[in-house]
């Protein structure tokens, strides 16, 4: 059977023409709900907007006249919302509704109403590290998303490299999906590799901080002479670490690979699935970023093999919204398709980016 060159090259041009297409969208005119929000900060200071959501100890506030603020939590006494919010604490436990005046406490506290003549609940602010709106704004406003781009020559040895990123990601009460792609092409005293990924994940929240996901994602790297990889599976998950400065998830399942070969051959595999995530937070100038995931997959079909993916990342914010990133990344195969394919492949991407 000939190679499938064609069907890598595919994924490339596919997540181009979809981010392109999301941008469009997120800069599209969007209906967006009445600004009629109330922010209080601790010095006293009152704004008037709309809460867009809560994450990484700051919220999001969208004004008429200063556009969104990005304010740190822990500098709030009050917060004040007719729109219907699903806080999350650091234990897990959500809370749904609206945000009211308080009842009787000074600030530091938040007064969530279920229903409009429902008794409203207290939460401490300090263990709220979540927060989204529900009802209320378009399907853009809900939308968050990232792309990135570097490129590095060097004239000594012919080499030229070419890596992008790009992703897509939205949650509600229950729910949340994500989709995320990359890409890497190196040109290398005239030899040629590649190296794509495209993954979405969907994950249904459960009590306190479990979840189950479905995911699934399209490899190719020709470093390790594969051609394309198809995976689908699913996972049960918990967040063992949950907090406005760090987050730290591990999870456990079961996946089924199809893999060609850049020789043409096909091995189709039943894998289990060990993966572990996280990520911390620094939000004085310059924000900082830094996080890593592990992925450990032994096939439960093919003795012996067993496939490894990792990386570590640091963001540093220059500007608002803009980027840059370093990031590790390895990937290792204990028995890869072909018998003279390398085991594994590792390297360093730098680049710039911005997130909206």
């Known amino acids: 059977m000939k190679s499938l060159p064609r069907s890598g090259a595919f994924l490339p ?14 800069a599209g005119p969007a209906g967006a709900a009445p600004k009629t929000d109330i922010v209080v900060l601790v010095n006293g200071d009152r704004i008037t907007g709309e809460v867009k959501g809560l994450e990484h100890n700051q919220l999001r506030f969208s004004t008429d006249h200063m556009g969104t603020l990005s304010i740190e939590w822990d500098k709030i006494a009050r917060l004040q919302s007719d729109q219907y919010l699903q806080l999350e604490r650091s234990d897990g436990v959500r809370f749904y509704g609206q945000l ?8 530091g506290w938040i007064w969530v109403r ?3 003549k429902a008794r409203a609940e207290a939460v401490p602010m300090a263990t709220v590290v979540r927060a989204n709106p529900i009802v209320g704004g378009s399907l853009i406003d809900r939308i968050d998303g990232y792309v990135s ?21 939205s949650r509600t009460r229950k729910r949340e999906w994500t989709l995320d792609g990359s890409g890497n092409v190196t040109k290398d005293n005239a030899v040629e590799t590649e190296r794509y990924d495209l993954q979405g994940t969907w ?23 594969l051609n394309l990889r198809t995976l689908v599976g699913g996972a049960y998950g918990r967040y063992w670490v949950q907090t406005n400065s760090a987050d730290w998830l591990g999870g456990i399942g079961l996946a089924y690979s199809h893999e060609q070969s850049t020789g043409g ?8 699935v060990l993966a572990t995530s996280f990520s911390i937070f620094r939000y004085d100038f310059p924000e900082t970023d830094i996080g890593g995931s592990l992925s450990v997959l032994p096939s439960l079909t093919e003795s012996g093999r067993v496939r490894a993916e990792a990386d570590l990342r640091a963001k540093y914010e220059f500007v608002d919204d803009l980027y840059f990133e370093l990031k590790l990344y390895g990937t290792y195969d204990s028995e890869p398709p072909l018998a003279d394919a390398e085991q594994s492949d590792y390297g360093v991407v730098t680049s710039l980016g911005y997130s909206f």
């Open 13 to 26: 041009c596919a997540w181009l023409v979809c981010a392109a297409g999301c941008l469009l969208l997120a």
């Open 100 to 107: 009211v005046t308080g009842e009787g406490k000074d600030g």
């Open 114 to 116: 279920r229903e409009p």
């Open 149 to 169: 781009a570097g490129f590095e020559a060097v004239k000594a040895n012919d080499r030229r490299s070419l890596n992008f990123s790009g992703g897509l990601s």
């Open 203 to 225: 994950r249904h929240f459960m009590q306190r901080r479990d979840f189950v996901q479905g995911f699934g994602s399209l490899q190719r790297n020709t470093e390790l002479d």
């Open 265 to 272: 051959s096909t091995t189709d595999s039943v894998e289990a």
